[in-house]
C-alpha cells in the first residue's frame, strides 16, 4: 500500500460528515 493511498484513507475517515463552506462534503 502506498504512502499517498494510506494518507488518503487517513484524511477520508478523518473529514467523514464534514462539509466545506458551500455546504459541500470534502471527500466525495
Do not use: F, N
Request: net charge positive; hydrophobic share 35%.
Amino acid at each position: 500500500m502506498s504512502v499517498l493511498y494510506r494518507a488518503a484513507k487517513i484524511a477520508e475517515q478523518a473529514h467523514a460528515g464534514q462539509t466545506d463552506k458551500t455546504g459541500r462534503p470534502y471527500i466525495e
